[in-house]
């Protein structure tokens, strides 16, 4: 109860859920050998991290952020460019983190005490023109950010994946520098949501979660509120930018379409909304599934769209084209508003409550 | 407080120049910047011409939101939507417009113009229907909504369309420039002027003359009461939504006509833009709009000839330096 904060999932079926995914996720590199897995593996915990720090934001003081990418971006690219300027040592990471995470919290403190102090509705727009012209200049800086090609580098010795720790023919299993990069991702994206829950569970987070019911009571009995969603932002913003970290050091690479687009905050937006806002654990559960479907039903959507073509159909090949994957999820993402504003967290709470 | 007698007129209310200031004095400002009067000139009819065209975008999501409360994300889509549309007449009909004849061409013109507008039209009709109207007074629903919608719309639009930019040339009679002395001034820009104009006089005509624009205004300073003394708010908002999407639609060809090509995510790019021009002119209010959008458009003008480096960022620069002037835009209208 002390490592969730007092704040477990409080359903049945949630819990054996999270369960589930936590160990599928902790032996990923034992069951499933081979890069893809891994690979998958590893999104979904740094998008579970990126995910609960926004649901910090829309979850729990009802704020629309178009910014979080940029965030997660900066975080990206503090690794990538240490790493590339300074070679795979040890010292380039920290730097990179010495230099990314306060950068992130400043660009949050600037867009919060601009936007937040004059009215919410401005936020969301803000956010969204401060965001784009950041992608702009990260495409343009390319002495800096590499443009649009990006930044690939090397780790540091430990990390790569040549690195073979304990031999196959020792344990049956090879623990090389990939595996432990993996864990490195793994627990780092943990200790972030638990993290997480820890503020949204402190009197801090009550007093977010008063803003977002009605935030003219809450300034009414005495709550600075810029000063709370100010700091919420910011503590959004560094987790977001850790989680950005984690993804540079994974890809070993940051470029505008893994850390930058715009895909990536709608993927972000769909996942909080699927997952249940203002729960934390909805982020887990909407990642797994997102990136889940992501990465295997793109598959099937091609197969489809074969099929569809093959049988003489008119515009359904187009429709089921894999690129048109975020068709599918917009209206997926409009459905869910509508229908499921809670989430699958919301649901299973709802139906455990209901049966007592 | 000064007493008033029955007969005496009722006071005026004030006039704030400031803001409509604003614009004549950053383009006199910029006279010794720029150096030589033609491309002064040059540059200053380029945004002029460049903010009528943002303006006619923008106009719609101002009201919507002054009017309803209602922040629409996906105002973009009826930009894209409109331009796409206009393609469907203009693309086969690209003979007639490569003759050099200004009635031909406007012929064709403009009922590609008056179809796209309709689509448009019909398209907010659907959007308010299906995705605005459940998600009433919610601003997190109708912007993740609303957002939802944006995507939909340009996924759809690639779905049919295709992926790739269709060029879509201007019309013979309007390409090349107008010489007056050593100043070359486009001719396609001085159409845009002259349609922004139209559009911003019959907007404030509309608003400021008729029975409708008096209760459109009423309504954005005060819904409630507007409610309470019988009329219909909801269809009349319903009226402000689908003749802001049409509006969007006719930007959305002429932009398209400016750039001379057409692609799906035009919509979401303009977008931006145009938050930044209504947050600039103060959310609800039609003149303040129209002084962003030319603040916006000199802005990228002037710093894209002046320091080009700088032109990514200086819409944000504006933004920042109008809001800590007026927290609440140039022309604060509404209580919210």
């Known amino acids: 109860m002390m490592i969730l904060s007092g704040d477990p999932p409080r359903s049945r079926v949630l819990s054996i859920l999270l369960v589930v995914i936590i160990l599928a996720l902790a032996a990923t590199p034992f069951l499933f050998p081979g890069a893809k897995a891994m690979n998958v593996a590893a999104q979904i915990c740094i998008f579970a991290a990126l995910v609960a720090s926004y649901d910090l934001l829309l979850g729990y003081t009802g704020s629309v952020s178009f910014a979080h990418t940029m965030f997660y971006g ?138 977002r019911e009605n935030r003219f009571r809450a300034e009414a009995l005495g709550f600075r509120t810029v000063f709370h969603l100010t700091y919420a932002n910011c503590i959004a913003a560094l987790v977001a930018a850790g989680a950005g970290m984690l993804n540079a050091l994974w890809l070993r690479y940051a470029g505008p379409d893994t850390s930058l687009s715009f895909t990536i905050m709608l993927d972000i937006l769909l996942m909080v909304v699927i997952g249940g806002m203002g729960t ?70 709802g139906a455990g409550s209901a049966k007592h | ?89 203009l693309l086969p009909l690209a003979g007639s417009l490569q003759a050099d004849s200004l009635w031909l061409n406007l012929a064709v013109l403009a009922p590609a113009a008056l179809l796209a507008m309709a689509a448009s039209g019909v398209l907010g009709l659907v959007v308010e229907r299906v995705l605005v109207l459940p998600v009433y007074g919610q601003h997190l629903k109708q912007i993740l909504m609303t957002t939802g919608g944006l995507i939909v719309a340009e996924q759809m639009l690639y779905a049919l369309w295709g992926p790739q930019i269709i060029p879509l040339p201007l019309p013979a009679s309007l390409r090349g420039s107008v010489i007056i002395g050593d100043i070359a001034i486009a001719k396609y820009r001085l159409l845009a002027m002259l349609v922004g104009l139209v559009v911003y006089v019959a907007i404030e005509l509309t608003l400021n003359r008729t029975k409708i624009g008096l209760l459109i205004r009423a309504g954005v300073e005060n819904r409630e009461m507007v409610e309470a003394l019988g009329y219909r708010i909801r269809r009349l908002f319903l009226g402000v939504f689908m003749t802001g999407s049409a509006l969007a639609g006719l930007g959305g060809v002429m932009w398209a006509l400016y750039r001379e090509q057409v692609h799906a995510s035009m919509g979401g790019d303009l977008t931006v833009l145009i938050f ?6 103060g959310l609800g209010s039609i003149s303040g709009c129209f002084i962003g959008a030319l603040l916006v458009a000199m802005v990228a003008n002037y710093g894209g000839f002046l320091v080009p480096k700088l032109a990514l960022v200086s819409n944000i620069l504006l933004m920042v330096a109008i809001l800590m002037w007026r927290p609440r835009g140039l022309y604060a209208v509404t209580s919210r």
């Open chain 1, 280 to 349: 934390i654990y909805g982020a887990i559960i909407g990642a797994s599934i997102f990136i889940l479907a992501q990465n295997y039903l793109q598959a099937l959507m091609g197969a489809a769209s074969k099929a569809a073509a093959d049988a003489g159909l008119p515009l359904l090949p187009g429709l089921l084209h894999p690129d048109r994957w975020l068709l599918w999820l917009g209206l997926l993402f409009i459905a869910s508003v509508y229908f499921f504003p809670t989430g699958v967290v919301g649901r299973l709470r």
């Open chain 1, 74 to 211: 900066i975080g990206s690219y503090a690794i990538a460019i240490a790493l590339y300027s300074m070679g795979p040592v040890w010292a380039a990471v920290a730097t990179g983190i010495a230099v990314g995470l306060p950068l992130a919290a400043l660009l949050a403190l600037a867009i919060g005490l601009f936007s937040l102090r004059v009215a919410a509705i401005f936020f969301a727009m803000v956010t969204l023109a401060v965001a784009s012209a950041f992608q702009v200049l990260a495409s343009q800086l390319s002495w800096l950010t590499g443009g649009e090609d990006g930044r690939s580098f090397q780790l540091p010795e430990l990390l790569r994946p040549g690195t073979v720790l304990i031999s196959k023919s020792l344990i049956g299993f090879e623990l090389n520098g990939r595996v432990l990069t993996y864990y490195l991702v793994l627990i780092a994206a943990a200790t972030m949501i638990l993290c997480l829950l820890r503020v949204v569970n402190s009197p801090f987070g009550r007093v977010l979660q008063a803003i």
């Open chain 2, 1 to 89: 407080m000064t007493d008033l007698a029955a007969s005496d007129p009722l006071p005026k209310p004030k006039r704030d120049v400031a803001p409509v200031l604003l614009p004549v004095a950053l383009a006199l400002v910029m006279i010794p910047f720029v150096g030589s009067t033609s491309s002064w000139v040059t540059l200053t009819i380029a945004s002029l011409a460049m903010g009528m065209m943002i303006f006619i975008m923008a106009s719609g999501l101002t009201l919507v939101f002054g009017l309803m409360d209602v922040l629409n994300f996906g105002h973009g889509a009826f930009i894209a939507v409109g331009a796409y549309i206009a393609t469907l007449i």
């Open chain 2, 276 to 281: 930044i021009v209504i947050i600039i002119g």
